[in-house]
Every structure is written in structure tokens, then in C-alpha cells.
């Protein structure tokens, strides 16, 4: 009875999040009604994940362990740097001021 219970609420925290998430998608792309697909659009972030897409993956994630794995992995990957330079000494450089680019062989 308690791992009945603790299924469901499992589920509820993620079918209720994908539903309003799906309603929110539709309003949007609808535009019916204008102002409230407005506000709705107004509070969509450029960048990340939205409600819906978090709720489906803890979803995957607690099916299927590999997909807590590259969680996790996308994770430590945005908080680490990523220079364009590999260490080695410049072979180029451009100088926008004066106009001019090195290329060294």
C-alpha cells in the first residue's frame, strides 16, 4: 500500500507539471487568447529547460539510470570552462586597430 502511494505521488509531481506545461505550450503557439499568450510568452526564457522537459526526464531518469548519468554529465560540462586556445603559442593574431592578421606556419 505505501509503495502504491508513493508511486502515485511519484507520478503526480510529474503528469501535473507536463500537463500545465503542455496547456502553457499550446496557449502560446495558439495565441488564443492574445493577452494571456502574451504574458505567458513574455515569461519564456531564452535559454534552459522548461517545466515540461525537467518533468519528463526526472521521468526517463527514474526508469532508466544511464539517463541520471548524462544529467549529471550536462551538468558538469556547463560549469566548466571552455577556451578556444589549446595551450600552445598564438600562431595568430589579428589586430582590428591597425588592420593587420599574423599567420604563423
Not at 506545461?21 to 534552459?48: C, D, E, K, N, Q
Not at 522548461?50 to 551538468?75: D, M, P
Request: proline fraction near 5%; aromatic fraction near 4%; avoid cysteine.
Amino acid at each position: 500500500m505505501v509503495m502504491m502511494a508513493g508511486l502515485l505521488f511519484m507520478a503526480i509531481q510529474v503528469i501535473v507539471p507536463f500537463t500545465l506545461a503542455s496547456i502553457r505550450h499550446l496557449v502560446v503557439r495558439s495565441g488564443h487568447p492574445g493577452r494571456l499568450a502574451r504574458r505567458l510568452a513574455a515569461r519564456t526564457r531564452p535559454g534552459g529547460m522548461g517545466l515540461g522537459a525537467t518533468a519528463t526526464e526526472e521521468l526517463h531518469a527514474f526508469f532508466n539510470a544511464n539517463k541520471r548519468v548524462q544529467t549529471e554529465q550536462r551538468q558538469a560540462r556547463l560549469t566548466l570552462r571552455d577556451d578556444e586556445h589549446d595551450g600552445a603559442p598564438p600562431r595568430t593574431g589579428i589586430n582590428l586597430d591597425g588592420g593587420t592578421a599574423v599567420i604563423k606556419r
